[in-house]
């Protein structure tokens, strides 16, 4: 199985960048689709965005479409989330999940089901 480690979390003023990586060890990440997943507190946890193995298929929740963007780096078996002009809203605990599924035209990326899980990283967006 993979274990998932993410990183690159922290407090931030509205309109500053992050980038979160999701590290993976024991088996090659490109192997798995992957996503991005955060939640805020007393609020459910919702996808924020994904990648398929191939990279064929990437999605973003509409919250963020124009603002993250997500990336595989193959030779450092990481997953990157890069996070620009960030909002108080984007406040959360994010984690990072591999899944071994693919993703199809009636099932896409949110709604795979996500076989492994990191321990999360907080973003904490001031105004």
């Known amino acids: 199985q993979v274990q998932l480690v993410e990183s690159g979390g922290g407090l931030v003023q509205a309109g500053d960048s992050l980038r979160l990586s999701c590290a993976a060890s024991?088996?090659?990440?490109?192997?798995?689709?992957t996503g991005w997943f955060r939640q805020a507190p007393g609020k459910e946890r919702e996808f924020v965005a994904g990648?398929?193995?191939?990279?064929?298929?990437?999605d973003y929740a509409d919250s963020v479409k124009g603002r993250f963007t997500i990336s595989r780096d193959n030779a450092k078996n990481t997953v990157y989330l890069q996070m620009n002009s960030l909002k108080p809203e984007d406040t959360a605990v994010y984690y990072c999940?591999?899944?071994?599924?693919?993703?199809?035209?009636?099932?896409?990326?949110?709604?795979?089901?996500?076989?492994?899980w990191g321990q999360g990283t907080q973003v904490t967006v001031s105004s």
């Open positions: 990648i398929s193995r191939s990279v064929v298929i990437i």
């Open positions: 024991g088996r090659t990440l490109s192997s798995y689709t």
């Open positions: 999940a591999a899944s071994i599924a693919i993703p199809t035209i009636t099932r896409g990326l949110p709604g795979l089901h996500y076989d492994y």
